[in-house]
């Protein structure tokens, strides 16, 4: 078996400039968001956008992601029925969701001061992710880059499209952006639809023996998922709790700013992770030692941008966003990016995991550096203020970056040395 790295690196070149444009759209922004809402405001924005991202992996009950691995494990047929069976689980737990928020909305609102009627539609709009996540993963299986980027950049243009309309032309404030993102994932949820049945994906047949086993697949992902957000987002309730939603505001231009090594990571693991799998079917040593000289080079491209962000950008930081109340968001910049470097780091070990089907075993660590992270977030905050925050995010992408690197030696071996292995 030899490698086609000019594969690798078309469809590499092809997703980073789609998750690029996509991705960036909240960097982008900035100059805009924080010129139209206050600091405030701005902190309650990213309050209702973190809730919308912990419930997601909830609802969808991580559902979509048994469909990546057996993708390459069976005929078309049958992942047709995969994909059916799986849009069970995610359609009752909505619903279920739903009837929760309904009952329970009055006391999050308050927790959170949001508008209780978001609330109620939380549970709709983490739905919506269903969809568009199913037919990326697929069209990226399938090494259709190009559909992959009309379908997220066209997805990006009307997000940020309709956001616009709302927050400058209807001067909807920090709503006129949550409801710019919500519509156009509604929209582009149902567009998903039509393009499943059009690459002939689509069906209405049931096999409850597969929906028995995405659920039983997807349910430790949901801890792993959400451990990995409470490492990505806990600060965001933290600062809000400790310091007021104008610090977090604040706090968070320097956060988007960091991201923006969050934007190549991505796109790295959107190219490297069916890549990955098709390769570890029967892998020879030199198949292996390839596959560890790119995961080498990832690293020192992750913390090379890394530093180059964060030593940069502070400097033009002013002529970038023109609000002086912003100004203080520049200290947070480099910690981030360093942080989002060792998040690249550490997705480029779990494909192993996944690939052996040991995601239990990633749960459990991504859980328990959730609890560091968060055991961190405060201590760190009350120590030394929001940039606590980044300290702990930082501290918290290194110690899972490390960890998972052990499970992965345990899980799958490799010649991580560049020397022959037994395995």
């Given at each position: 078996?030899?490698?086609?790295?000019?594969?690798?690196?078309?469809?590499l070149?092809?997703?980073?400039?789609?998750?690029f444009f996509?991705?960036?759209?909240?960097?982008l922004?900035?100059?805009i968001?924080?010129g139209y809402i206050?600091?405030?405001d701005?902190?309650k924005?990213?309050?209702a956008q973190?809730?919308?991202?912990?419930l997601?992996?909830?609802?969808?009950?991580g559902?979509?992601?048994?469909?990546?691995?057996?993708?390459?494990?069976?005929?078309k047929d049958?992942?047709k029925?995969l994909?059916?069976?799986?849009a069970?689980?995610p359609?009752?737990?909505?619903?279920?969701?739903?009837?929760l928020a309904?009952?329970?909305a009055?006391?999050?609102?308050?927790?959170?001061?949001l508008p209780?009627?978001?609330?109620l539609?939380?549970?709709?709009?983490?739905?919506?992710?269903?969809v568009?996540?199913?037919?990326?993963?697929?069209?990226?299986?399938?090494?259709?880059?190009?559909l992959?980027?009309?379908?997220q950049?066209?997805?990006?243009?009307l997000n940020?499209g309709?956001?616009l309309?709302?927050?400058?032309s209807f001067?909807m404030?920090?709503?006129?952006?949550?409801?710019?993102?919500v519509?156009?994932?509604g929209i582009?949820?149902?567009l998903?639809?039509?393009l499943?049945?059009?690459?002939g994906?689509?069906?209405?047949?049931l096999?409850?023996?597969?929906?028995?086993k995405?659920?039983?697949?997807?349910?430790?992902?949901i801890?792993h998922?959400?451990?990995t957000?409470?490492?990505?987002?806990?600060d965001?309730?933290?600062?809000?709790?400790l310091?007021?939603?104008?610090?977090?505001?604040?706090?968070?231009?320097?956060?988007?700013?960091?991201?923006?090594?969050?934007?190549?990571?991505?796109?790295?693991e959107?190219?490297?992770?069916p890549?990955?799998?098709?390769?570890l079917?029967n892998?020879?040593?030199?198949?292996?030692?390839?596959?560890?000289k790119?995961?080498y080079?990832?690293?020192l491209f992750?913390?090379?941008?890394?530093l180059?962000v964060?030593?940069?950008?502070?400097?033009?930081?002013?002529?970038?966003i023109?609000n002086?109340?912003?100004?203080?968001?520049?200290?947070?910049?480099?910690?981030?990016?360093?942080?989002y470097?060792f998040?690249?780091?550490?997705?480029?070990?779990?494909?192993?995991i996944?690939?052996?089907?040991?995601a239990?075993?990633?749960?459990?660590?991504?859980?328990?550096?959730?609890?560091l992270?968060?055991?961190l977030n405060y201590?760190?905050i009350?120590?030394?203020?929001?940039?606590?925050?980044?300290?702990?995010?930082?501290?918290?992408?290194?110690?899972?970056?490390v960890?998972?690197?052990?499970?992965s030696?345990?899980?799958?071996?490799m010649?991580?040395?560049?020397?022959?292995?037994?395995?």
């Amino acid at each position: 078996m030899k490698f086609k790295n000019s594969s690798l690196l078309k469809s590499l070149s092809i997703y980073t400039l789609a998750s690029f444009f996509n991705a960036s759209i909240p960097f982008l922004l900035l100059p805009i968001l924080t010129g139209y809402i206050e600091p405030k405001d701005l902190g309650k924005l990213y309050v209702a956008q973190v809730i919308l991202r912990f419930l997601e992996p909830i609802v969808l009950f991580g559902s979509q992601h048994l469909t990546s691995i057996d993708f390459f494990q069976r005929e078309k047929d049958s992942f047709k029925t995969l994909l059916s069976s799986s849009a069970v689980i995610p359609s009752i737990s909505v619903v279920l969701f739903s009837v929760l928020a309904f009952f329970t909305a009055s006391f999050w609102a308050d927790l959170f001061d949001l508008p209780k009627i978001l609330i109620l539609l939380f549970p709709l709009f983490a739905y919506f992710a269903y969809v568009p996540a199913i037919f990326l993963q697929l069209v990226r299986n399938l090494n259709k880059p190009f559909l992959f980027s009309l379908y997220q950049i066209g997805w990006t243009v009307l997000n940020v499209g309709l956001s616009l309309l709302f927050v400058v032309s209807f001067d909807m404030n920090w709503e006129g952006r949550i409801g710019g993102i919500v519509l156009s994932n509604g929209i582009v949820f149902l567009l998903g639809i039509v393009l499943l049945y059009q690459q002939g994906y689509l069906s209405f047949d049931l096999n409850w023996k597969d929906t028995k086993k995405a659920l039983l697949f997807g349910m430790p992902l949901i801890l792993h998922n959400i451990g990995t957000l409470i490492i990505n987002k806990a600060d965001i309730f933290f600062v809000d709790a400790l310091c007021g939603k104008e610090t977090l505001g604040i706090y968070m231009v320097g956060y988007q700013i960091g991201m923006i090594i969050m934007i190549l990571q991505a796109a790295f693991e959107k190219a490297w992770t069916p890549f990955l799998f098709s390769k570890l079917k029967n892998p020879s040593y030199a198949d292996k030692i390839k596959l560890v000289k790119i995961i080498y080079a990832s690293w020192l491209f992750f913390i090379g941008s890394a530093l180059l962000v964060g030593f940069v950008f502070p400097y033009v930081f002013e002529f970038y966003i023109q609000n002086p109340l912003y100004v203080g968001a520049k200290k947070y910049i480099i910690w981030i990016a360093l942080g989002y470097a060792f998040l690249g780091i550490y997705k480029s070990f779990c494909g192993f995991i996944f690939y052996e089907k040991k995601a239990h075993l990633l749960a459990g660590l991504t859980i328990l550096n959730g609890i560091l992270n968060m055991g961190l977030n405060y201590i760190l905050i009350m120590k030394y203020d929001a940039i606590g925050a980044a300290y702990a995010t930082l501290i918290s992408m290194i110690f899972i970056s490390v960890l998972t690197f052990f499970l992965s030696y345990k899980v799958y071996k490799m010649p991580w040395l560049l020397r022959p292995t037994n395995s």
